[in-house]
């Protein structure tokens, strides 16, 4: 696989890259994989998130990372499971209208879940604005997501792919793509399996912002 994938979300395993694996939830109950921490997003309705802490009710635009077993029935949504990784329980949204971040061209970016430690997986809000013709871009590591707002384009060497809101999509490394909108703009959640960014045992806000006094 070296292009744009999109994805239909129905019920069941979407698309299966080894240790990463792609499914989607619509309405029955999906049961998260063990062993692996589990990053949703809720495309439609409102889904109820159940682990070993309870369960809370999710809207759409609502996201969570899960690090132990769980399942979410109702509505629609997308998960993305790394297999022998021990993430952070997070729950959060919905997304705001813009990112807090600057982008390529005019778009912007939050980070909705942080890496734990630098390296560690990511997941971000990508917004990008009416009448953009995204610089065509490559990332080092894949790029998993869902549409959530708006329409556009992804466009390759391979051809052009329209976006709607509710689809997933996949783009493995190295592929050369962009994002293009007309008169609406279109929100995406975007997973990263890695990053070049988070905190250290020796570079964090509480060794950092501690203070011995000398003598």
């Not at 959060?92 to 209208?97: A, S, V």
């Not at 792919?161 to 689809?167: D, H, V």
């Not at 190295?174 to 997973?191: I, K, M, R």
Request: with cysteine; glycine share 14%.
């Amino acid at each position: 696989m070296t292009t744009f994938i999109p994805l239909e979300i129905r019920h069941g395993l979407l698309l299966d890259l080894d240790s990463v694996q792609i499914w989607g939830w619509d309405e029955e109950c999906l049961t998260l994989p063990d062993g692996a921490t589990s990053y949703g997003m809720v495309t439609r309705g409102r889904s109820v998130l159940r682990d070993v802490w309870g369960g809370c009710e999710l809207g759409q635009g609502m996201f969570f990372a899960l690090p132990d077993p769980g399942s979410m029935r109702g509505g629609a949504g997308l998960v993305i499971a790394l297999s022998g990784y021990r993430g952070l329980r997070q729950i959060g949204g919905p997304l705001e209208t813009v990112g807090r971040l600057r982008y390529i061209d005019g778009c912007s970016d939050t980070l909705l879940i942080c890496p734990p430690r630098v390296g560690e997986p990511c997941l971000n809000h990508l917004h990008i604005p009416p009448h953009t013709d995204q610089t065509p871009h490559t990332h080092p590591s894949a790029r998993i997501g869902v549409i959530l707002h708006g329409t556009g384009e992804c466009r390759t060497s391979d051809g052009v792919f329209p976006l709607r809101p509710g689809m997933g999509w996949y783009i493995p490394s190295g592929c050369l793509h962009s994002f293009f909108t007309e008169e609406v703009a279109l929100d995406v959640v975007a997973w990263h399996p890695d990053s070049d960014f988070g905190p250290r045992d020796d570079n964090h806000p509480m060794i950092n912002r501690t203070v011995i006094p000398v003598g």
